[in-house]
C-alpha cells in the first residue's frame, strides 16, 4: 500500500521515498502510538469498537471481545510496517513500550456506536446462518448495527420441535410437568431480552439428571460465553466480577454449599441476578472501569435445599427451584451419551432446542419465572424451601407441636420457656451442624415464621363503654406468643439433643390450629 507523504512537522526536512515496500505505510511526525492506532481503525474499515476497557470486532454477525494478546499482536505487525523516511532502514519500529501505547491510543480513538452504551441489550440473538429478531420473530441477514456481542454458532430452525434426546431425559430426570419449566429455561438463557432479576436451582440428589440439564445448556454457547463457580460467596469484589463474570453470558454453580451463613455474603451475586449496574476491576490495577451490566444468567445446583441462619426472603424470591426425581435403578448412561457425545446430531439436537424454545410466548416465560407454572412444580418447591430455607424453620418443624392442656391455641409462651426452646435449638445445631443465630434473632426468625396466629403483635385494649360516654383509656397489649410447645423429652441434658424424641409436621399442625385470642380481661394467661 503507498501513500503520498506528509509534510514534515520538524525543521529538517525528510528525504523523499520514491517507493514503499508492499504492505508498508509512511510515518509522518505525529507521535507513533497514534499513527498506528489510527492505522488499525482504517483496515478495518469501521468494524472495531470499544466499550469500557474492552476492544470489539464485528465478524460473522456480531461484535466478538478482542483479547490483550490479539491487540499486542495487531499493534505490533501493524508497527512492523510502519516506514519512517527519517531512517535508513526504514522499519524501525515495534517494541514494547511502542505496542502497549498503540493498545491504549487505539481504545481512546474507538467509539461505542453501534454498542450504543453500557445499558444496551440488543433484541436480536445471532446463529450461524442470520440473525433472529425477536420483536420480529423471524430470521434477518447479519448486521452490524444489530449490535449483538455475542453468536450462537447453531443455525436456527424454525418451526423445530422439542429434540427426543432432550425429551427422554426430561421424562426420566425430572417429574411430570417440567417439560414447561426446562423450555422456559432454555430461552431465558439464550434470550438477552427476557427480563432479570430471577436464576433457576436444580435440587436433587448426586446422579439424578442435574448435571445433564446444565452441561446441555453450557454448550449452547462457546466456552469462552460461560464459566463456572464453587458458590455465589466468591464474589466479593469488582476483580472476582471482572475475572468470572465479565464477557459470559451463563455461569453455573454445580456443586454449590447447601449453607450460607448471611445474606451479605451474597450481596453482590443478588446484584448480579438483577443486573444492576457493577464495578469491575483488573487484578492489581488501581483504577475501576465504568459500571456497565453483565446481561449474565445463573443457575445454582445443589443435592439439598439451601439453608441460611437468617431466613433470608431475598434468596428465596430471586431463586425458582426445580427438583429431580431420585434415581431408579442403575444409571442410565445412553441419556448422556445421546444428549452430550459429539455426533452428527449434536448441532442438530441444540438447534432444534434453542428454536422450540424461541417459539414458547414471552408470557408464559414470564409466568414460570414468577414461579407459576402450570403444573405448579415451582409452587410446591417455594413452600417447600421456606420450610427448609433456615435454621430456625428446619428446627421448628422437627421441635415443635402444638401446646397441650385446656387452653390449647390460647396457651401462653412464657420467657422461661422461651430460653428452654433456645437452649434446644442451640443443641439441636450442634447435632445438625447448622449455623446459631443469636437469641433475639431466634425470637424474631420464629415469630415471623409462626405468623399472627401464634405470635399477637404489641396492641392496645378494646374500647370500653361509659355510662358518660366519654372513652375510656385504653391500655397497652404487649406481644403475645401462644399455642406452641417443645416436644416432650428432647433434650437428655442440658446441652445433648435425644434424636429419637424429634419429628416433623411441627410446623403443619401448628398452621391447623385457630388463631390465638387474648383473655376478656386484657390480662395475657
Not at 466499550?51 to 470486532?57: F, H
Not at 455465589?232 to 447447601?258: A, M, N, W, Y
Request: net charge neutral; charged share 20%; with cysteine.
Amino acid at each position: 500500500m503507498s501513500s503520498p507523504a506528509p509534510a514534515c512537522v520538524h525543521s529538517k526536512a525528510a528525504p523523499a521515498v520514491s517507493t514503499l515496500p508492499e504492505g508498508c505505510w509512511l510515518a509522518d511526525g505525529s507521535p507513533i502510538d497514534l499513527q498506528s492506532a489510527r492505522r488499525i481503525q482504517l483496515e478495518a474499515a469501521g468494524l472495531l469498537r470499544c466499550l469500557g476497557e474492552t476492544v470489539y470486532s464485528y465478524e460473522q454477525g456480531f461484535w466478538r471481545p478482542v483479547t490483550t494478546n490479539a491487540l499486542k499482536r495487531q499493534a505490533q505487525e501493524i508497527l512492523s510496517r510502519c516506514w519512517s523516511p527519517r531512517h535508513s532502514q526504514g522499519c524501525i519500529f515495534g517494541s514494547h513500550a511502542q505496542v502497549m501505547a498503540t493498545v491504549e491510543s487505539l481504545k481512546i480513538c474507538l467509539g461505542r456506536e453501534p454498542l450504543l452504551s453500557v445499558d444496551h441489550r440488543p433484541h436480536v440473538i445471532v446463529f450461524s446462518n442470520g440473525t433472529y429478531d425477536l420483536q420480529q420473530q423471524r430470521l434477518v441477514d447479519h448486521d452490524p448495527d444489530h449490535g449483538a456481542t455475542y453468536r450462537l454458532a447453531l443455525p436456527f430452525q424454525d418451526a423445530a420441535a422439542c429434540p427426543p434426546e432432550l425429551e427422554r431425559v426430561m421424562e426420566r430426570c425430572y417429574l411430570p410437568g417440567a417439560q414447561t419449566i426446562i423450555r422456559a429455561m432454555i430461552r431465558w438463557v439464550v434470550d438477552p431480552s427476557i427480563r432479570y432479576g430471577q436464576c433457576f436451582h436444580l435440587q436433587g440428589s448426586s446422579g439424578s439428571g442435574k448435571g445433564l440439564l446444565i452441561d446441555f445448556l453450557r454448550s449452547l454457547f462457546p466456552p469462552e460465553l460461560h464459566g463456572d463457580m464453587l458458590c455465589p460467596s466468591l464474589l466479593s469484589g469488582p476483580e472476582k466480577v471482572h475475572q468470572f463474570i465479565l464477557g459470559r453470558r451463563l455461569v453455573v454453580f454445580p456443586d454449590c454449599p447447601t449453607s450460607f451463613k448471611a445474606q451479605k455474603r451474597w450481596n453482590t451475586f443478588y446484584e448480579l441476578v438483577e443486573n444492576k449496574l457493577v464495578t469491575t476491576r483488573k487484578l492489581h490495577c488501581g483504577e475501576a472501569e465504568q459500571s456497565r451490566r453483565m446481561d449474565c444468567r445463573y443457575i445454582l445446583a445443589s443435592t439439598g435445599p439451601f439453608i441460611s441462619s437468617d431466613g433470608t426472603d431475598g434468596f428465596h424470591r430471586r431463586v425458582r427451584t426445580l427438583c429431580t426425581v431420585p434415581r431408579r435403578g442403575d444409571q442410565d448412561y445412553r441419556l448422556e451419551s445421546d444428549l452430550q457425545a459429539p455426533s452428527e446430531r449434536y448441532l442438530s439436537i441444540r438447534a432444534e432446542a434453542v428454536s422450540w424454545a424461541l417459539r414458547m410466548p414471552v408470557g408464559e416465560v414470564l409466568a414460570v419465572l414468577d414461579g407459576k407454572d402450570p403444573a405448579g412444580l415451582l409452587e410446591d418447591s417455594a413452600r417447600d424451601a421456606a420450610v427448609s430455607g433456615d435454621s430456625v424453620s428446619l428446627w421448628a418443624d422437627a421441635c415443635l407441636i402444638p401446646a397441650a392442656g385446656p387452653d390449647g391455641p390460647d396457651t401462653v409462651v412464657a420467657d422461661q420457656d422461651w430460653m428452654e426452646m433456645f437452649e434446644v435449638f442451640k443443641a439441636w445445631c450442634q447435632f445438625t451442624c447448622s449455623p446459631v443465630v443469636p437469641l433475639s434473632n431466634f425470637q424474631g426468625q420464629l415469630r415471623k415464621l409462626l405468623g399472627p396466629t401464634r405470635c399477637l403483635p404489641r396492641s392496645k385494649a378494646p374500647m370500653a363503654s361509659t355510662s358518660t360516654g366519654e372513652a375510656s383509656l385504653r391500655r397497652n397489649l404487649p406481644k403475645l406468643d401462644a399455642g406452641f410447645q417443645l416436644r416432650p423429652d428432647v433434650l437428655v441434658d442440658q446441652t445433648r439433643l435425644d434424636p429419637r424424641a424429634l419429628g416433623n409436621g411441627g410446623l403443619a399442625a401448628l398452621a391447623q390450629l385457630p388463631a390465638a385470642t387474648r383473655r376478656s380481661d386484657g390480662v395475657d394467661g
